[in-house]
């Protein structure tokens, strides 16, 4: 989704720590090489069609795979971010590697945001998007323009891990964006809400249930 600017930080924060055990105890078996065989590029599906597990299509009812499903805190990050969501995953991307420079360019994404909370990183892994590059810290929770031109490149040793989602939004989403923080702006008093956790009264997950038109729009 074109934004208006590079990136918007949601004043939200989440226990990565906590979100990290629980993806721990899945095992390596549950990461997957990179589609498109980037190197040093990994990933966990969440959120497929069908909820199937492992799988990269984008077009079809959207559910939670077995992943996601073992993850209890990590479906109520989604649940409180409060999203309609499509596809979902865990990246994961090995140290000294890197996500090569790209514009999502797929129909899918014209309508749709990406939502990013980091869950392992070290300052010197750099997001790169237009003429801009931050650092996500452990925790927070982000949008950026993927209508611009961008990459990751992760200069540390250590692997990193984001949570990747994509939205076309939602009641709650567009609450949290009222409230956000596009970077480099200074907003007195601004500071994020920390949820750290499991809270029975979020909204059930919300999932895409229809997601391509048999005709584009214009």
């Known amino acids: 989704m074109k934004l208006d600017y590079r990136f918007i930080q949601l004043p939200l924060q989440f226990d990565a720590k906590r979100l990290l055990e629980e993806i721990s ?17 990994y990933a966990m599906t969440l959120i497929t069609p069908n909820g199937v597990n492992n799988s990269d299509a984008l077009i079809g009812p959207m559910q939670p795979t077995d992943y996601l499903k073992s ?7 989604l649940r409180c971010i409060g999203g309609v969501w499509g596809r979902t995953r865990l990246m994961k991307l090995s140290g000294q590697a890197e996500v090569t420079p790209h514009i999502d360019v797929d129909y899918y994404w014209r309508e749709r945001m990406r939502v990013h909370v980091p869950i392992i990183t070290q300052p010197n892994v750099r997001f790169h998007c237009g003429n801009q590059d931050i650092n996500m810290k452990a925790g927070e929770c982000w949008i950026f323009d993927t209508w611009s031109l961008h990459n990751v490149i992760n200069h540390a040793t250590e692997e990193r891990i984001h949570l990747v989602a994509d939205s076309v939004g939602g009641e709650q989403l567009w609450k949290w964006l009222r409230g956000s923080r596009p970077y480099g702006v200074n907003i007195s008093g601004w500071q994020a809400n920390t949820f750290d956790s499991i809270d029975e009264e ?3 997950l919300r999932l895409e249930s229809q997601n391509q038109s048999d ?4």
């Open 202 to 204: 979020l909204q059930p």
């Open 215 to 218: 005709v584009m729009t214009p």
């Open 25 to 41: 105890a899945l095992g390596e078996s549950a990461w997957q090489p990179h589609h498109q065989g980037f190197v040093g590029n």
């Open 71 to 77: 993850c209890p805190y990590l479906m109520d990050v």
